[in-house]
Nanobody
Framework: VQLQASGGGLVQAGDSLRLSCTTSGPTVSSYSTGWFRQVPGKEYEFVAAVSWNGDSSSYADSVKGRFTISRDNAKNTVYLQIDSLKPEDTAVYYC?????????????????WGQGTEVTVSS
């Protein structure tokens, strides 16, 4: 499976963004999908994940209430709606896929990764 993230950009604190992760390949709708972010010199940080059928989702405590993950399997796309952006949300955001049925949070459980999309939030 191949993944491509898009939608990042330079925004101001308080703005909103919607990131998209478009997937391609056989049976892509069978994959649970997660969003992670990374800043230079640090490990991947879990942000949010959604199960393959959209029935369950999970979020990092730091983004609960501001980030919303959703998926449209008809479009092979997973979205990450980010509201009330903060400077500390600045990072490169990556989407990843796993055959696990749950909305897993550990990066090591994801076998497929897309290229990142950069989000920069100015204060």
């Amino acid at each position: 499976v191949q993944l491509q993230a898009s939608g990042g950009g330079l925004v101001q604190a308080g703005d909103s963004l919607r990131l998209s992760c478009t997937t391609s390949g056989p049976t892509v709708s069978s994959y649970s999908t997660g969003w992670f972010r990374q800043v230079p010199g640090k490990e991947y940080e879990f942000v949010a994940a959604v199960s393959w059928n959209g029935d369950s989702s999970s979020y990092a405590d730091s983004v609960k209430g501001r980030f919303t993950i959703s998926r449209d399997n008809a479009k092979n796309t997973v979205y990450l709606q980010i509201d009330s952006l903060k400077p500390e949300d600045t990072a490169v955001y990556y989407c990843a896929a796993t055959l696990l049925g749950t909305a897993a949070s550990a990066p090591s459980l994801y076998g497929y990764w897309g290229q990142g999309t950069e989000v920069t939030v100015s204060s």
